[in-house]
């Protein structure tokens, strides 16, 4: 299955972003990439690649993962979300409903951290419910990390620590959603070939992302993502909309 050049550089920006801070490659691959690729045929193309990610994280890093804060309280809240979230993903019909929600929920978010001033520690309550929100995302769109994110940050507030914890999360979640691809058809020969075509471009983003993760500024990345997927999430919701 033959995939437009540009998905490359997409995927390669968002490779860079998850190997310098953790997140964000998902979110920013389905937001630019939907613009060339349908939704439900990208996710299962970039999955596997995105797994290979998360495993040279953990096999580097291993030693930063808070694995008390990730089995304790993530990955109980992240189950009872994703369980959800993949019910959703059966019933839900094809259409561009999908799509416009999660264009939705990308430009919300986005704008949401634009505008925030600081940092503000979530409540148990808040974290629970972001955590198992996050889940659900997830399980629709494959990338549920902002709220994850949001609702982890503080507990992990060293980058590296962030970033281990997240792969070993990303790597759980993502083997759920590869078993329910398959189940659903979604995955086969073609999609693997595919992603086994991304590999390259995840080598890439570890050789840079390790650099940068030690080099540049969190915060100045992160605003940097923010604004990429506002402008993507609002030309997908235009879009969509034109065309139906």
Do not use: C
Not at 87 to 97: D, I, K, V
Not at 175 to 203: E, F, I, N
């Amino acid at each position: 299955m033959p995939l437009p050049p540009a998905f490359y550089l997409i995927v390669l920006f968002a490779f860079l972003s998850e190997a310098v801070t953790g997140f964000g490659s998902t979110v920013i691959s389905v937001t630019l990439g939907a613009h060339l690729l349908p939704l439900e045929q990208l996710l299962p193309i970039f999955v596997p690649a995105n797994m290979t990610l998360s495993v040279w994280i953990l096999a580097k890093h291993h030693q930063h993962i808070d694995r008390p804060f990730l089995v304790k309280r993530m990955l109980p809240m992240l189950a009872i979300g994703m369980a959800i979230g993949l019910t959703l993903l059966s019933l839900a019909p094809p259409g561009p409903g999908l799509l416009i929600g999660y264009a939705a929920f990308v430009a919300i978010l986005a704008t949401v951290e634009l505008l925030r001033k600081g940092e503000r520690a979530p409540s148990q309550a808040q974290s629970a419910l972001a955590l198992i929100g996050g889940g659900i995302v997830h399980g629709l769109y494959g990338s549920g990390g902002p709220l994850i994110v949001w609702a982890s940050a503080t507990k992990l507030a060293n980058k590296s620590k962030l970033r281990a914890t997240l792969a070993a999360v990303w790597l759980l979640l993502n083997t759920a959603l590869l078993v329910k691809y398959w189940s659903m058809g979604r995955l086969d020969g073609q999609t693997l070939l595919a992603s086994v075509s991304l590999l390259p471009v995840v080598g890439l983003a570890v050789y840079f992302g390790e650099h940068l993760h030690r080099g540049v500024p969190a915060a100045a990345f992160k605003r940097l993502v923010y604004l990429l997927l506002l402008s993507a999430a609002l030309s997908l919701l235009i879009r969509t909309a034109l065309k139906h």
